[in-house]
T-cell receptor, first 112, second 111 residues
């Protein structure tokens, strides 16, 4: 799982600002995912991408945007339209034909 | 869409005892059921998974059982150790990619 990196580890944002979270993997995985984790809750899917230049909305996509220009990278932008963005964000990836998702170390976003 | 409920939310056991965590799912089309362990401040890691064509799977002290008729599956940890203390998440998937997670169980193993 060391092949998935997220940066930064901690991020502080002022209200009204957009912020982009980085996710990179060198596992040659086709699929990548973004989850949001709130205290005492499970992981909720924001967006996922199964191939380059294609992505789909998950359960809570409103206020978020993504891009998948390269196989290795799947950045997530938290826009000012996201009303409650403070959370722990986890990126994951998986390979074709396998269901296991490998997670990155996460980014903790705090809105001040 | 899929809905996964997980119980209990917290569980304390004495070291050496067994722990059982249960999950129910709503969509009978779900066919993949992984369990993840997340230690404090760290990433979730897969500990065991099961597919709908199998009723039980074991890996050393960990086992998962699946009842498709009742739409529930359970994680069993035997001979618990302090290092088993963590949050455990179940999940279910229809398309093998879009996981729906339960809300998690905080397991504490008391020495």
């Amino acid at each position: 799982d060391g092949g998935i990196t997220q940066s930064p580890k901690y991020l502080f944002r002022k209200e009204g600002q957009n912020v982009t979270l980085s996710c990179e993997q060198n596992l040659n995985h086709d699929a990548m995912y973004w989850y949001r984790q709130d205290p005492g809750q499970g992981l909720r899917l924001i967006y996922y991408s199964q191939i380059v230049n294609d992505f789909q909305k998950g359960d809570i996509a409103e206020g978020y945007s993504v891009s998948r220009e390269k196989k290795e990278s799947f950045p997530l932008t938290v826009t000012s339209a996201q009303k409650n963005p403070t959370a722990f964000y986890l990126c994951a990836s998986s390979t074709s034909g396998q269901d296991e998702q490998f997670f990155g170390p996460g980014t903790r976003l705090t809105v001040l | 869409g899929e809905n996964v409920e997980q119980h209990p939310s917290t569980l304390s056991v004495q070291e050496g005892d067994s722990a059982v965590i249960k999950c129910t799912y709503s969509d009978s089309a779900s066919n993949y059921f992984p369990w993840y362990k997340q230690e404090l401040g760290k990433r979730p890691q897969l500990i065991i998974d099961i597919r709908s064509n199998v009723g039980e799977k074991k890996d050393q002290r960990i086992a998962v059982t699946l009842n498709k008729t009742a739409k529930h599956f359970s994680l069993h940890i035997t001979e618990t150790q302090p290092e088993d203390s963590a949050v455990y998440f179940c999940a279910a998937s229809i398309s093998a990619r879009q996981l729906t997670f339960g809300s998690g169980t905080q397991l504490t193993v008391l020495p």
